[in-house]
DNA sequence: GTCCTTGCAAAACATTTGCAGTTCC
DNA sequence: GGAACTGCAAATGTTTTGCAAGGAC
């Protein structure tokens, strides 16, 4: 599954999934004393809505679009609390941002191919690797609660425009 | 294996492979007319006679057991060149810290266990991951240059040691 | 003598926090 | 009404950068 920038995300997450998720919030809410705000409201949706592995700076400018005034500090305080009560997923891609997806069942079990040179990621699922995953945490008596595979590189679409424009993949000689 | 903070890890590298990446800073050195330094020699031979997964405060203090002006930025530096040129591998655990480890071929194959309680990260190898991961590479078009594959939950010891002090594992309610 | 390197301090960066005012329940 | 929330600005923590002085070749 290629997931382009501007993709929604709503299309490909089970309608029953999201809906789970928003009890968990709402428990969770409920159980810490928390309030629903009109900020909060807003940058959940746009969050549930979008495309996935959103910045904050991504989710700030879509909820700008709505509410002008919406500051930095709400949507990471928002974020923080979607990933404290296992609503969204924290992800580092090595870029030095942060990016947030919905930490429904089928994103616990994907990984991720990231391209180096324009970006993209693409997302993929393989049971034997988790599989084996099982086996060697099992042989170090080791308890996962999360896991991240990353795979970095180049892309099909970049090595051939790399091809064509005559880029050298190994530029030691700046 | 497993590594302890305080371990060496020059027994642990064969002695062949380290100077073959001594051999590739040297080359990388002088095709880029960068030149030796008495602060560049210290801290590249501490990095590599060093435990493995330093992070750059860790560096700067065994450096600065033997010349006490050095800086930070200078050890920034330093890693940073390392990396550039294929002998240090920059890892990011989720602490929000640096950590450099040699890129050997050893290290180029293995991944990490990482204890959320106690910090001790555990290596480990698993060729049939690799082979998939070769898989899901060729199946997408994909390049890939480097990977990051970790696990993250709790160690053996600890928990026997959650067991033993009743702390609870999923601590929802503060 | 170049021009690379260093150490310092300042800047940059993403993220967090303190606070006064506002909103929710 | 009181606690939670917001937006701002200031603080934080890590990493990078500008610069004048020093050192390698």
Excluded: W
Excluded at 11 to 38: C, F, I, N, W
């Amino acid at each position: 599954m290629v997931v382009a920038p501007n993709e929604e995300r709503g299309a490909h997450v089970d309608p029953a999934a999201l809906e789970a998720l928003r009890t968990r919030l709402q428990t969770y809410m409920v159980k810490k004393g928390l309030r629903s705000t009109a900020q909060r409201r807003l940058i959940i949706d746009t969050f549930f809505e979008g495309a996935p592995h959103m910045t904050i700076e991504d989710l700030l400018q879509k909820v700008r679009n709505h509410d002008r005034g919406i500051g930095y500090a709400t949507v990471y305080r928002t974020l923080k609390l979607l990933a404290e009560c296992g609503v969204a997923s924290e992800r580092r891609f090595g870029d030095g941002l942060s990016r947030y997806e919905l930490a429904d069942e089928a994103s616990a079990h994907h990984d991720h191919l990231i391209c180096l040179r324009c970006g993209k990621i693409i997302e993929f699922e393989e049971p034997r690797i988790e599989q084996l995953q099982d086996e060697i945490a099992e042989k170090y008596g080791f308890l996962i609660t999360s896991h991240k595979h990353e795979m970095y590189g180049h892309c099909a679409d970049c090595q051939r425009a790399r091809k064509e424009s005559g880029e050298d993949l190994d530029e030691l000689d700046e």
